[in-house]
């Protein structure tokens, strides 16, 4: 089977690639294509899985190419980690907000709109060339905003389109673990969009495990969550949040830690990584040892602000091992492939499992998969507390969708404007003339 990495330059393709040496199962994946529009990273990867693969026999044969048409054709799986704006783009996501008081991530809030606006408009154009060239491929998203992303590329690519994140497995696995569980015999009652859910429920042999582990004070200091979110705020809610909705619960604090610090999380990995692709070009022969310990320093420093304000440490070894991204897509590829039937926390059409939002809207919850995709299974219904902050959201991102696909500058501004994080109307025009004023791709919303 052939597999087509978009983004195959980025950072963390070796972690796919890797997964995929692991996978000594018939009718495994034996091609990689990876596509890119920057050469030179796509060299620095390439030589790193090159290195990956030395000491294994019949390693998937990697090809590279910077032609789009040319990376689908043929493909059965195409893996979609593009990164619109590079992380310059996310540089000024970060600082834009952060200038006009307002928190700056990535992929949550002001910063997360910016993302979107100046992404959704590729993935689009990257969906209508898959149903145009490789119209039977499976596509797995994992750009962020990965839930609109996804969302946006639905009306192209049916449920061939499913979004992954690593994010509710790793949570879920972390809870089960510090109750002595196996993770994989577990049901997780896991529900909202992506990176903006909760952990509503832990099942076990037939038995809800998660009272248990709230009324456990010992337990929850046991992993990322517990620690970042604290026992008594955990019990107060009777769940467990997404690492992601502390920027939510822990607004204010977050934004004075991170406006208190040197630079962004977007600048250090700017910097890291612009060294990491420099000293691998000089010395390719190296390329697998510089990529290790570039990642080693990521991983460790990854939240790092919500880390120092709930006091939690550093992360340690069971935290960073917890349900990668790439074992989830592995998973969800073998399932699709093989009809393994398998059960994984995916971005897909909610079809009236949550009946607060439409049958249309992509909500991140369990779903069965086997050869015919991806199935949302029934879970609990959402709270009020966790419905409104989704139904805010999703009304941000089908808004953002609009603005993407129209140009509108008032779809733009509604996307800002409704945002919880972002208080004010008068704000969100600030942010967005700033955006427009500073990012090329989102001049058109200039007022």
Same mark, same amino acid.
């Given at each position: 089977?052939?597999?087509?990495?978009?983004g195959g330059g980025g950072f963390r393709v070796?972690?796919?690639?890797?997964?995929?040496?692991?996978?000594?199962?018939?009718?495994?994946?034996?091609?990689?294509?990876?596509?890119?529009?920057?050469?030179?990273?796509?060299?620095?990867? %390439?030589?790193?899985?090159? +290195?990956?693969? /030395? *000491? =294994? #026999?019949?390693?998937?044969? $990697?090809?590279?190419? @910077? &032609?789009?048409?040319?990376?689908?054709?043929?493909?059965?799986?195409?893996?979609?980690?593009?990164?619109?704006?590079?992380?310059?783009?996310?540089?000024?996501?970060?600082?834009?907000?952060?200038?006009?008081?307002?928190?700056?991530?990535?992929?949550?809030?002001?910063?997360?709109?910016?993302?979107?606006?100046?992404?959704?408009?590729? %993935?689009?154009?990257?969906? +209508?060339?898959? /149903? *145009? =060239? #490789?119209?039977?491929?499976? $596509?797995?998203?994992? @750009? &962020?905003?990965?839930?609109?992303?996804?969302?946006?590329?639905?009306?192209?690519?049916?449920?061939?389109?499913?979004?992954?994140?690593?994010?509710?497995?790793?949570?879920?696995?972390?809870?089960?673990?510090?109750?002595?569980?196996?993770?994989?015999?577990?049901?997780?009652d896991y529900a909202g969009l992506n990176h903006?859910?909760?952990?509503?429920?832990?099942?076990?042999?037939?038995?809800?495990?998660?009272?248990?582990?709230?009324?456990?004070?010992?337990?929850?200091?046991?992993?990322?969550?517990?620690?970042?979110?604290?026992?008594?705020?955990?019990?107060?809610?009777?769940?467990?949040?997404?690492?992601?909705?502390?920027?939510?619960?822990?607004?204010?604090?977050?934004?004075?830690?991170?406006?208190?610090?040197?630079?962004?999380?977007?600048?250090?990995?700017?910097?890291?990584?612009?060294?990491?692709?420099?000293?691998?070009?000089?010395?390719?022969?190296?390329a697998l040892e510089l990529w290790q310990k570039?990642?080693?320093?990521?991983?460790?420093?990854?939240?790092?602000?919500?880390?120092?304000?709930?006091?939690?440490?550093?992360?340690?070894?069971?935290?960073?091992?917890?349900?990668?991204?790439?074992?989830?897509?592995?998973?969800?590829?073998?399932?699709?492939?093989?009809?393994?039937?398998?059960?994984?926390?995916?971005?897909?059409?909610?079809?009236?499992?949550?009946?607060?939002?439409?049958?249309?809207?992509?909500?991140?919850?369990?779903?069965?998969?086997?050869?015919?995709?991806?199935?949302?299974?029934?879970?609990?219904?959402?709270?009020?507390?966790?419905?409104?902050?989704?139904?805010?959201?999703?009304?941000?991102?089908?808004?953002?969708?609009?603005?993407?696909?129209?140009?509108?500058?008032?779809?733009?501004?509604?996307?800002?404007?409704?945002?919880?994080?972002?208080?004010?109307?008068?704000?969100?025009?600030?942010?967005?003339?700033?955006?427009?004023?500073?990012?090329?791709?989102?001049?058109?919303?200039?007022?």
């Amino acid at each position: 089977m052939r597999l087509t990495i978009l983004g195959g330059g980025g950072f963390r393709v070796p972690l796919v690639y890797q997964a995929l040496l692991g996978d000594r199962g018939a009718g495994r994946i034996t091609s990689v294509v990876l596509y890119d529009a920057d050469r030179t990273r796509l060299a620095s990867i %390439a030589a790193v899985l090159r +290195q990956q693969a /030395a *000491a =294994v #026999a019949d390693a998937p044969v $990697v090809t590279e190419t @910077t &032609n789009l048409d040319d990376a689908l054709r043929g493909a059965d799986f195409v893996f979609s980690a593009i990164r619109v704006g590079g992380l310059e783009g996310r540089t000024v996501d970060e600082r834009v907000a952060l200038d006009l008081g307002v928190l700056g991530q990535e992929t949550v809030g002001a910063g997360g709109i910016a993302y979107g606006l100046r992404t959704l408009p590729v %993935a689009v154009g990257i969906a +209508q060339r898959i /149903a *145009a =060239v #490789a119209p039977e491929a499976w $596509v797995i998203n994992f @750009t &962020n905003p990965a839930g609109m992303v996804t969302e946006a590329m639905i009306p192209y690519l049916g449920d061939r389109v499913i979004g992954i994140c690593d994010s509710p497995s790793g949570l879920g696995r972390r809870a089960a673990l510090a109750l002595g569980l196996d993770p994989s015999t577990a049901f997780y009652d896991y529900a909202g969009l992506n990176h903006l859910g909760w952990l509503r429920g832990l099942r076990s042999g037939g038995v809800d495990r998660l009272p248990e582990l709230l009324a456990s004070s010992d337990a929850l200091a046991s992993f990322e969550e517990g620690r970042l979110f604290g026992a008594d705020w955990l019990r107060s809610l009777g769940c467990i949040p997404n690492e992601y909705l502390h920027y939510y619960y822990f607004a204010r604090e977050t934004l004075a830690a991170v406006q208190g610090v040197r630079q962004t999380r977007g600048t250090f990995l700017l910097e890291q990584q612009s060294a990491f692709y420099a000293e691998t070009e000089q010395h390719p022969d190296h390329a697998l040892e510089l990529w290790q310990k570039t990642r080693a320093e990521r991983e460790s420093t990854y939240m790092v602000e919500s880390r120092e304000i709930a006091d939690a440490g550093e992360r340690d070894e069971r935290d960073m091992a917890a349900g990668g991204y790439e074992q989830v897509a592995l998973s969800l590829m073998r399932a699709i492939a093989h009809n393994e039937r398998a059960s994984l926390i995916l971005n897909v059409r909610n079809r009236g499992v949550l009946r607060q939002l439409d049958d249309d809207a992509v909500v991140e919850i369990p779903c069965t998969v086997d050869a015919n995709g991806a199935l949302p299974v029934t879970v609990s219904q959402l709270t009020d507390h966790q419905a409104g902050l989704v139904c805010s959201v999703k009304a941000v991102e089908r808004s953002t969708i609009e603005a993407a696909a129209s140009g509108s500058r008032d779809a733009a501004l509604r996307a800002f404007a409704w945002h919880p994080l972002i208080d004010s109307v008068t704000a969100a025009g600030k942010l967005l003339d700033a955006y427009a004023g500073q990012l090329p791709d989102l001049a058109r919303f200039r007022a």
